[in-house]
Each structure stands twice: as C-alpha cells, then as structure tokens.
C-alpha cells in the first residue's frame, strides 16, 4: 500500500506522521510531498527566503526519515499557491509516476489560503493523474483523498488508531519542530489532544481526517 | 469478542446477518436475543398465534445455527412493547449474564413501535446492566451500541466489510425466509443492495450500521 | 387520492387547511381526526371541561366544513395522551377503514406531550393498519407521513404550494379561530409568515411540512 | 433571573453550577431540582436503599448551599422514571409556583432511562405550567429550556463563560463529589475540559448546553 | 418554460437528460451549452485533440436531437476551466440572449476542476447576466440553479420524476455513449441506479439535483 | 473593541449596521473597508463608471458618518474580484495596520463573485496579516471572522442583538439606499425581517452572522 502526504509548508504533516509511520512499520511505503518550502515563515525574522527554505527542506527531511517515508519538494513559492491548474498538473506527474493508494492534504477551508489551495491542486490531480494527454503514463486505480478535518464539513470523518507506536513517532516529530520553533503548546498537550480523539474512538491515540466516502471496517474490534 | 444482536422479531435480524457470521467464523461469539416470538406476523392467516410463534422460533434459531449463533427468546408479547423499564431489565439481565462487547439493535425512528422499543429498552439496559440492585453481578466493560442505519439520525456510518464468507452466510438466510415467505423481493436485489453499501465504502459487500461514537481503523486498506 | 390529518386538539389542524382544501378543491378527499376534544384549554375560564369539550367539537366540524372534510373525534383525554399502543391501534383502525394515501400530524419534539404522542401514535398506527390481527382488513398500500416542520428534525421540508384558493380557506379557518380565542397574532401577521413560507420556495403562500423520504416533483415549474 | 435546574439523580448538575454560581454572584435566584434521591447507585455497596438517599439528599443539598442556590428533592424512584405525565405534572406545580425564567435538564438521547426521562417530563413541564386546570395560577412567561449537550442533536449549542468565579465553584462541587465517590477521573481533567470548551468560544472557562433556539449577544466582546 | 444545461464536456449531460426531455414533451424549450469540446479525453488514444473535439462535439449534437434541446459549444479549452470571470461572462452572454427559466450544471466539489468550475462561472453568469454594464440587454427575472446531487452538501435535494417517457430518452442517451465508449456500466446498472432514485421519492424513475432553495409541490400526489 | 468590515460594494454593509452602530456607541472603534466602489451598478443607466464610482463612494461615507465609522476605499474593478493573492494583501495591509478584533464580510457562496471573493480574500488577509514578510509589522492577536448568514453553510449562527438603537442606525441606512435607488422593498418589510431574525433569538431586533466557531455568553439573559 502507497501513501502519499501533500502539503504546502514542512510541519503542516504534523497530522498525519503516526499514520503514516505505522503503515510504514507494517511494510506500506510513504512520500511526503511539500509543494514550497515555506521560505516566509515569521520565526526567522530577517534570515533571507532563500535560507529559511533551505532550513525548512532540512526539516522536512528529516521528518520524513523519522517516519521512514521519502520526501519530495516541489518549487512552488510560500503564500502564493492558487490551487489552480499549474498546481495540479505538477502534483499529478507525482501521483502518475509514484501510484499512491491514500493521498493525504489540507482541507478546503482553512484560514492559509496555501492550505486552501494544496486541498483544491490534490483534488484535480486525482482526476488529471488519469489522463495520458496530461500525464502521459496515467494512474488508473482508485485513489481515496483524506484530508484534515474541520466540523463545518459534513463528511465522514475517518480515525485511525494510530498505536503506541505511531503515537511514538508522531511525538518525536512535534518535538523536534517543538524544539526548533521553541512552540508555546506543549508535548503534553499535543499528547492529550491526540489522546482525547482516540477516546472519542475507544483507542488510546488516533488521527482524525475526512473523505468523502465513508471507510469499512474489516471487524467491529 | 462477543456479539449480541436484540431484535423484537425473527427476521429483523437479516441486516447484521453477515457481520455476526464472519466474527463467528473467526472465533467470536454471537447471540441473538429476540424479544418476541412475532406471533401477530400478517402472513400466516388464520393461524393460531401461538402456532405462529412456534414456527418463528423455529425460523430464529435455524437462522442463528446458519450464523453460528446462540439464539435466545425473551416472552414479550407482539406488537406491544413499549421499550420500557420491564423490556429493558429483561435485556440488562441477558447482558450481565453473557457480557457482550457490542449490541445491535434497530434504530430509533422506524415505523414499527416494536423495533423503536427495541431500541431504546436496549440503550436502558447498557446502563441498567451497570447497576448491582438492578441485575445482581453487574457487566461494568464499556459496550458499544450499533444500530441500523437510517438517513435522519446525524450519526456516524458504520460500514462492515462483511466479505464473500459473511455474504453468503446473509444470503443463505435471506434465502430461507424469502421462501417461507415467499416475498418479491428477490435475492438479487438482495444481493445489489448490499453490493452497492459495499460500493459506498470501497469493499465488495458491507452492512451498514449507525454509532453514538465513530471507530477507529487499524489500518487504511 | 385520500388525505387525512391526525391532531389532538381542535385548531392544531390550522397549518394544514390550505393543502386540504386546495386537494379537495380538485375532487380529493380530506379527513380531520382529533384525538381528544382539547376540554383543558386554558381560554374558557371557569367552564366544565365537558362544556369545553361541546364548543371545541363544534370548533372542529365548522372547520372541517370550511374545508370541504369529514371530521371525527376519538374520545382521548386531554393532555393526557402517551403516544402508546391504545392510541396507535385506535387510529390504525380508523386508518384501515378510511384507507388514506397521505397523512398529517405534529412533529415529534414539539413542546406540548399531546402533539409529540400524536406523531408516534400516528406512525405506530401505519404499521399496525396493515396488520390484520390488530385491524381485521387491513390497509396495504403505501401511506406518507407528512409532519409539521422543525428546524431541528434533518428530515426533507415539503412545500406545498397552497395558491390564492388554499389560502383563503386557510385565512378563514384562522380568522374563525382568532375571533373566537381573541388572539393577539394578526391575520397579517399569519398571511405574512405563509407568504414568507411561499417565497422560500418561490411561490405565493406555501404549507410546510417534513416527510422520512422526498417527494419527486413532475415538473420543475 | 430565575434558573431552576431540573435532574434525575445528585451530581447529575455538576455540568451546569458554573452557570449557575455565576448568576447567582450577580444576584439571580437558582434552584436545583432533583426527581430522586438516586437511592439505587452503585458505590454504596450493601448499604439499604433508603440509607443511600438520604446520603444523596445530603450531597445535594450540600451541592446547592456551595452554589448559593435553592435545593428540592421530589419523591420518583431512582431508574424508574417514565418522562410521562406524572413526573411533568410534578415539575410543572413547581414551575408554576417558582417561575423560572430558564430551566436545564438532561438531553433526551442519553443511555441512562431517567436522564431521558428528565428531558421529555421537564418538556412537557414547559406546556402543563401554563394550563390552569392543571396547575392551577399558571406560569406563562415564555422559558427557555436548555439541555446538556450531544453533537448527534442538530441544535444550536449555547456556550456560557463561567469564568474564574463559575469555575471555581464548579471545582469545589467536581471535588466533593469526587472525594466522596473517588473517582478516577481527577481534578485536572476536568478543569482540562472545560478549558477546552471555553476555548472553543474564546473564553477561559465554559459550560455547553443546547437549545432550541438561538440566543443573541448583546454585542461581540 | 427554459431549460438551460451548462456543462464543460460532451456526455456530462448523461443525468439530466430524462428531465430535459420531459420537458420537451410537454412544449417547453431546453439547450445544452457545453464549454469546451472535451478533447482531452483519454478513451480516444493517440487521436488529435483537433479530431477528438468534431468527434465529441457531434457527440453532443446527436444527443440534443434525441432530447430535442439546441445544442451550443463555447471554445474553452478541456481541462482548463478556472471558473472565473471570462467564462462567466461567456455564460452570462449565453443566458442574456436566451433567457432560461432553469439552469442545471455541475456541482461545486467534483474531482474535475472542469466540473467545479462550471459550477462557479455558471453561478457567477447568474449574476452578470443581470448587469447590462457586463451583457447589454440583462435577463431579469429570477432563474432558479440546479446542481447535481452530492451528499456533502447541505442543500435540499430535487428529485424529478422523469416518467417512462423521460427515462427513454434518457437511457437512448446513454446506450449512445456506451456504445461508442464501449464503458463497462451496463444499462441495466443505469436504469437500476435511475430507478432506486425513483424509489426514495416513491415514483418508477427519477433524476436528482440540489437547489439553494426548496421547490413547492402543486400537490402531494 | 475594533470591528472592520471588508465588503465589496457600498450599500453590501447594511446587514451589519446596526451591529457597528451598537459597539460605536459604547465606544468601540468601526472601519467600513469597500474594496471598489462598484460602478458597474444597474441603477446608474448609462452614467460614465467613474462617475458611478464617485457617487457610490460618497454613499458609502455617508452611510460610515450614519454609523460613526471609518470609511476606507480600495481601488480594485467591480466585478473583477477573484479572492486572490493581490486583494489578500490589500486587505492584510489594512488589517495589519488598523488592528481589528472582529471582520465582518459577505458569505462564501453568495450568488455575486465578488461577494464570494470578498469572502476568501479576507479569509486569507487574517492570515496574511500576521506574517511580517508579507505586511510589515504585523496583527498578532485573534481576529474573529463572521460572515452573512447562509443556511447551506454548517456553522454556527450568531444572532446580534442590535437593541433599539441599532436597529434605528441601520434604518435610517436603508432608507437611505432606498430612497436612491427606489427600492421596491420597504422599510417595513426590512424592519419586520429584522424583528422576526430578533424573534428567533427571543429579543427585538437582531443580525445574523455565522462563525467558524462558537461565541460565549457572559449570562443567559
């Protein structure tokens, strides 16, 4: 199984790594692929673009090894993504050449309209990545699109129990942007945050998304 | 795992037919309780009730052996429940004693007063089944409660993947009342039914429930 | 087509007059059923319950003669209905007799217990009519629940469209009322809200009611 | 401002005595009223029935004096209560005598019988108050009824800033209880998640009810 | 009455074909306006997108003859649409010179950007059709939106019945398409899915859209 | 307290008046920021657009004098918005430097592309303003964003009660417009819309927004 995790700027994957980092641990293969590098970030203050990018590419990179998943970039600037067609044709050569099952990305309606914009380019791209004239090689099979939740979406929301060991993983990830960024929000928080959406699941740790179309479960426990 | 399906009548329980199965088959264990013997049932005429509630007997616990199921039958009269505090200490009672892990049941709007009473003698009896001065030995693990699905009730979906095995075995029952009964609804209706539920989830065939609260996936696919 | 509308209290009927009438204008027959005479009303003072009883009745048939429907009575108690069985087969029976196509009622939720248990009687009684040990002969076709609307019931609102001819019997039947009962609300204010209603859908004066399932429309205009 | 707030059992209002304490420092009257002693909870081991709802009775009236409010016992059974007309009569004679302004209660889907209960007698309460053949000098002032929050019920959700003073109060009652009954859930936790609540509407500290209808602010900070 | 379909590609039309031919029948008047000619289509391999666009486009002038609906192409290049002001105006054009009563499109959240596009420029035309600044003589009177139906959207759904004779044409649509495109889903899956639509709103075949606004029904049957 | 309201046309802020005219008078700050001065408007025959432009910015002063608030034009073409980058800028300048804790704007799906990119632009410009790279100094606190109310949209509603005096501000804005433009809507007809809206919040006249989030009550009455 191949999951593939869009996002525009390195630490907005901090949802969904104890997915990914379990499916990788049973043998499934994960990318990350960041759609800039989210070269204007505020915490650098006036460190140039071109430094804050090749910081934050490191970030990422190393995320993806905490994971176990490859990492991608893409050259597209900070705070300017459009979602438009650009956008979705250069994610779909992704999607065409590395023949994701699960594709992960932002939700429509976030206040970054780069967040915004990596929902509506992920969304093309699943249709653009099906058509040889666009993509040449295309990707066929049926690909499901998570996306983050938010509440004012009436979609089903899908939890996944992410496990001690994902939860590990995913912990080892805030952390160290935690310690990079020297965030207010704690370790401790980040746990009970994850910790109450499992309860709302009766499991100890999971992430929460939306699709479209609802999952099935093979056994109810 | 233990399963417990409560129904008012013999052939409310064909919806969770394939669920039950396939958890049989690898190793839970399953019980249907019904209320009812469903001695009022339109199709038998002039029939005696009381010989009417013999045969549907028959029917539950012939349909529970082809699930691999224990079958139960409380003396609740037909068409007379009220989902009150005798019906619910009744079912509180039953689930002390066998101590199952989820409860089926139908939902809470349907025409039926029988299988609204059902559902909310069964929601009762999880909390009366916690109570030592009501049922003696308490059964105090969390349980969860699904019922059937209606498009009214703003609650999460649960899709069971019942696969080819648990398929057959709700065909094989559907099959047997659908003779008896000799109703026009046939079975590949049946069968398209369950296959576009199935469809709606991206499995071959499902059954669809309804939850209080969402479940967890171990996995994506 | 057969329409019939089941109330506890004389003058619950007044929000489906106009679709009585513009149904029986066209040659359709209509039926208004109370369940109880509504002796406990607060506006008659001092007056016995049965003298209460008496000028209600007679509030019912003027209006059901205004409208061109038969009307009945069932001898219920006011304030005192429970939505239970009694009440369900009394209806089913009526129901089997006079066999409607559509039938109206309260909603479920409605702060009075009397309007809620007119709803779950109702519903109850559209099972049972088709049962024959509880009816004798039965009522098989398919019969619609239609209900009062509420905000908070996610069910499809149906509009209908009352035109000019279903709006002044219903403005008759609430001047009658009003004139009676000296309420406060304005026969503007009550034409203003069912033009209000009638916009939303984009006609002139509309009725709106909720039904489990939508109703297919033959043309879009 | 009159609250009254109306449960089954003792530390079933510790959901809304921030509320309430809060009003009650700015000079409005609250009252708590209970519908059983809850003589049949299970912490209380061998201990008789009637030795059990006088301990409740204490808790409450203890409970009542920390927030400043009015305690009332009714004489129902724990786990017996039916929502039907006796218990509203019961609320309804104090309504009419106290007159609240805005009364809380339970919601109606909960799993326990009697909080279900509360919610539909207390409903019917709202209508039998204001009909003098039933409670003789009715209370007709419109009141608003607020209910304890479920995200399966498609009503406005109403989020009262209890702040610091609310909370405190809130906390003194969650420990007493908590003491009393030693439950595992801690003081930190429950502060946790009402700091999660007052969060999710910009506040500190909140409490979350329901209502029908919205209510309006006076302005937007 | 003026039915206008807006879409962006030859054989999008497939699920409002019965609706427009109903009412064709009955005298009203209907036109297809399709964006572009489709000619990225992948069915048509090494074909140029030159031949590919007449092919598709007879395509489309064969299935409004067997509606009998104008047909009408605009130039817009396929997979290309943004949504945004110029296609707008081009639609605007469209309904200021024809004037429609309906206009049926796409819905907003589809895969292909085409789609949600046409959606957005259709919505805006709605608007710019109105301004003679942006389309000389305006449309003025109101033109009620149709969208095809997604369960993630809040909005009433319509359902109209397409009758026998609606459903002929439409499945002569669609054997058309199937045939040339030699597409798996079979007829009889296509009627099945038509007429399961047909059965929620208890009429033999049906078509579904969503409104921004509910329709009144002339009468309930 | 500071409220900024980003509309794209003037006479679009009458839905808010009432709310800013209540906070100015108690002493909080209100900006009215029109992002064109809509010359392409209907009314205007074929007056020159610079000379619409002139006469509509001048209504939008007077309307911000009426008010008590601030008047800001940006200089981008009626019915040119897109909701993109350049007008998120425009707008996060303007954030940056005024500083408002609430924004006011039109509804994402509103039928005017404008109006929807007004939406989107100030959805983005809340974030815009807090990145220095992007606007300088930069607007750190939390900004409220509530939009006009729309009932396809799953969000919470928030009722204003705009008192007395509000509701004379905003009426005397309308009849302003009206006046101009000789609206065929009345003032008694914006004034009853406004009571009922304040009727479905139990006070006398209210606006109705819609948030990402809950608001607090400080009391319940």
Redesign the interface.
Known sequence: ?R?LAVFPHPDDEIGVCG?LA??VM?GDAARILWLTRGE?A?QFGQMS?EEVARIREGHGRTVAQMIGAEAQFLDFAD??L?G??EE?LAIAQVMAAWKP??VFTWNPYD???DHRAAY?AT??A???C?????VGQ?HRK?V?L?HYYRS??????????VGEEGQAVAEQVFSFYRDFYQWEYSLEAFR?NRSRL?A????KF?ERFQA??????????
Do not use: N, Q
């Open positions: 199984m999951l997915t379990k499916h049973r204007l505020s673009p705070s300017s459009t438009g067609r979705a099952d699960v206040v970054h309209p509506w969304l093309s699943l249709k653009f099906r058509i040889p004239k666009l295309p049926p499901r998570l004012d979406i009436p979609r089903p929301a899908v939890y996944v129990d009970a499992g709302e699941a009766s499991v999971a479209e179309a609802p999952l099935a479960l093979p056994y109810l426990g």
